[in-house]
């Protein structure tokens, strides 16, 4: 049985583990993962998303928070001798791994995520005897650190990307040590060639990933094996899950669905036109062709621009092929839904599902003498809910599971 068959029972038994690696003196990691469950208080929430679900511009990297049993100063600062980093370099830095799964009949676990962070801020300790530790995600390692030195040949995206995540200091690899390995462009799809690569003494190698993410419409994440990858946005060719709700009988993936708690149409995220500076004052645009009244998108809401993005190192037509792929993309209005689901952990950003979710049938706008007609149609019964989906094709674009409550949260996004 696959994970997706326990998910769907009445009850499930999920298991959750937290393990550390420690910085050594010589400034490398332990090689083993240090177990901490019975420690752990709160596993917190795990956050994913493509990072830009406003603006594309606008990239942000998800933490979270941990809390953790420390009445014995366990995790406390390494010049503590009952600390856990006593005779280590530091705490700050530490590597920490959460595992969450169930279990199978037979006590086995079958892995559902794996999140990877790194301890930045300064942790928080109460007269309780727990400590409170803001972790990031892996991903923010790049944010630490310049991306000068960086070879600015021409080359593809894809290539650019690699360069940028084995960036060297002194001949030795300063990102190895945080992931497993790295999955470039993995699909191997042709990407778009930079002719003349630019990178300025105020960019960190993660501003230089969210440029070509930008460029190609892919994102940066951490797989479950704490490998970086880096792949299209677009949405997987088969049908990873179905969120059934009210009014759907599918036995196969059973009701996941708490509950719809948005649909919107997308406006916000709809832009018609994209303008891309690549030189002082020298403009490209790609935009939608329409005529008053011929009842488009534009007609209705008008032309939406996205705020204009600045890409130096594009030539004139390297440009253009952004803004056009830009404008293909996001000028489609498609809708968006924010659903409450069960503990649903082995999902990720892309993913393509589907949604089935409609209202209870019922009595609809009865009269007095029991039956009506309206327009020569019966209206005796209908859906009470004001949502009716049926086998509606969607791809994940945010979530969060809730490790401690075992449930999840969904934004999907119409395909």
């Known amino acids: 049985m696959t994970i997706k068959d ?13 393990y550390i690696k420690r910085l050594q ?17 709160s596993f917190g929430v795990i956050m994913k998303s493509f990072g830009d679900q406003v603006l594309l511009s606008n990239y942000q990297i998800d933490d979270m928070t941990i809390v953790l049993e420390n009445s014995r100063r366990t995790f406390n600062k390494e010049t503590d001798y009952n600390s856990i980093f006593f005779g280590y370099k ?11 799964g169930v279990y199978d009949d037979d006590d086995t676990e079958i892995p559902g995520v794996v999140w ?5 801020s300064d942790p928080v300790t109460n007269d309780q005897g727990q400590i409170s530790i803001q972790l990031a995600s892996t991903l923010k390692m790049f944010q630490y650190y310049k991306a000068t030195g960086i070879s600015t040949l021409s080359g593809t995206t894809a290539e650019l990307v690699d360069r940028l995540a084995n960036k060297t200091q002194n001949g030795i690899s300063i990102f190895n040590q945080f992931f497993e390995g790295f999955l470039i462009n993995p699909s191997s799809a042709t990407c778009m060639t930079i002719s003349s690569p630019l990178i300025t003494a105020d960019q960190s190698v993660w501003d230089k990933i969210v440029q070509y ?45 708490m509950s719809v ?3 919107t149409e997308g406006i916000p995220n709809t832009f018609t036109r994209c303008v891309i500076e690549y030189a002082q004052d020298q403009f490209v645009e790609s935009a939608l062709d329409w005529t008053p009244g011929d009842g488009s998108f534009i007609d209705i809401y008008g032309e939406k621009t996205l705020p204009a993005m600045r890409f130096f190192e594009l030539t004139q037509s390297e440009a253009q092929e952004v803004a056009d792929r830009i404008t293909d993309i996001y000028a489609g209005n498609k809708r968006e839904w924010d659903i409450s689901a ?12 589907t949604i089935n979710f409609v209202g209870e049938l019922s009595v609809k706008n009865p009269f007095i ?10 209206q005796l019964a209908g859906y009470t809910n004001s949502i009716n989906l049926s086998n509606q094709a969607a791809k994940i674009v945010a979530q969060r599971i809730d490790l401690d409550g075992l449930k999840s949260w969904f934004l999907l996004k119409e395909i």
Request: hydrophobic letters at 35%.
């Open 90 to 100: 530091t705490r700050y830095r530490t590597k920490f791994k959460i595992e969450s």
């Open 116 to 120: 990877y962070g790194v301890l930045f």
């Open 369 to 378: 003498i029991g039956v009506s007609k309206l327009g020569g149609t019966d």
């Open 213 to 257: 993410s930008i460029y190609q419409d892919y994102f940066a994440y951490v797989d479950n094996n704490g490998y970086f990858v880096w792949d299209s946005k677009s949405p997987t060719d088969d049908v990873q899950w179905v969120f059934n709700g009210a009014g759907s009988n599918d036995a196969d993936y059973a009701v996941t669905i």
């Open 25 to 41: 003196l010589d400034g490398t990691y332990e090689s083993e993962w240090l177990e901490i469950t019975e420690y752990v208080k």
């Open 261 to 263: 708690d948005r649909e």
């Open 6 to 18: 326990y998910l769907c029972r009445g009850a499930i038994w999920a298991y959750r583990k937290m």
């Open 342 to 353: 069960g503990y649903i952990p082995h999902l990720i950003q892309k993913d393509k599902v």
